[in-house]
């Protein structure tokens, strides 16, 4: 592993090119804020539409610092036992059950045994605050915006102290906190108290160059003039009325369809063939159909005309 690896980055522009070897491509605002939170041990909040490349953020830092990446994916309903650990019932009842055929008489050691390290299923919190040999883990808490204020309550709790508790064993803190990433699509706000814990970051959708340089990197197999028009066309078609507007991940998921079906450029018969890889509602897909097809294609190429 090298030094810069076990150590992180020393600069911004080292910590932009440690993810760029991941193939994540970031800007320097983006990039300062990873390098901060390195530097001063604080969690990431990142805020932005989905498919604008927060979760790849943490996948990219596991990654390129050589750590484990836990991951917490957060839904409606999630509570603090669920994110922290539980018992494996199925062995205890099976030891219990040794026991009594072996005639154990001794309950307190056998309830000591049950509730021990062996019988312990660690989930992604309690797992992030345990020691790993390649040193303190990466932990993604994807879409906390999903879960409900008790949990984020909680969560504030756990983070600030860097511990957790299980009750029949006590309370287990890090020897080192996690580097934490915390991702949000921003389907309810946030409560403040945990946003100040944190560096925030906005995660807009990429300029035309950043995003040429995005599936250059995910897709280099790609034409560049093929590449240049389904970048233009994908952001034509986030300034149309749209439910939901494709982000990053579409753009890579339609360019590697596009390599399937063998084209060399766009055409509305490929582009309404295809639809279901960029857009992912029906109402959107029947709003682009038929002659608005062709006319964002028009719009996207005298946008390319334009910039060459």
């Avoid at 390195?38 to 490349?53: D, N, Q, R, S, W």
């Amino acid at each position: 592993m090298s030094a810069e690896s076990s150590t992180g980055p020393t600069s911004i522009d080292e910590t932009i090119a440690l993810l760029s070897r991941q193939n994540y491509v970031c800007g320097r605002d983006l990039g300062t804020v990873v390098f901060l939170a390195l530097t001063l041990g604080k969690p990431i909040f990142l805020e932005g539409e989905a498919g604008v490349g927060k979760t790849e953020i943490a996948k990219a830092l596991a990654a390129a610092l050589g750590r484990k990446l836990i991951r917490l994916q957060c839904y409606e309903g999630l509570d603090a036992a669920s994110a922290i650990y539980e018992w494996n019932f199925a062995a205890q009842m099976i030891a219990i059950r040794t026991a009594e055929a072996a005639g154990s008489a001794d309950r307190a050691q056998l309830q000591k045994e049950l509730f021990s390290d062996e019988f312990l299923i660690r989930r992604p919190l309690l797992d992030a605050m345990q020691p790993h040999p390649e040193g303190p883990p990466v932990l993604l808490i994807d879409e906390i915006d999903r879960t409900d204020e008790p949990f984020e309550a909680f969560l504030l709790e756990a983070l600030s102290d860097s511990q957790v508790t299980v009750p029949e064993i006590g309370t287990i803190r890090a020897e080192t906190p996690p580097i934490v990433v915390l991702t949000s699509n921003r389907t309810r706000e946030v409560h403040d108290a945990l946003k100040r814990r944190c560096l925030y970051h906005w995660v807009e959708y990429p300029s035309f160059e950043r995003e040429m340089a995005i599936l250059r990197a995910r897709v280099p197999e790609a034409a560049e003039t093929l590449s240049r028009e389904i970048i233009a066309f994908v952001q034509a078609l986030r300034a149309e009325d749209l439910f939901k507007a494709p982000g990053v991940a579409e753009t890579i998921d339609w360019a590697r369809c596009l390599l399937a079906l063998d084209t060399v450029a766009l055409s509305p018969d490929i582009i309404t063939d295809t639809l279901g890889a960029v857009l992912k509602y029906q109402d959107d897909i029947a709003r682009v159909q038929g002659s608005e097809t062709a006319r964002i294609l028009d719009t996207a190429r005298t946008h390319l005309a334009q910039a060459s």
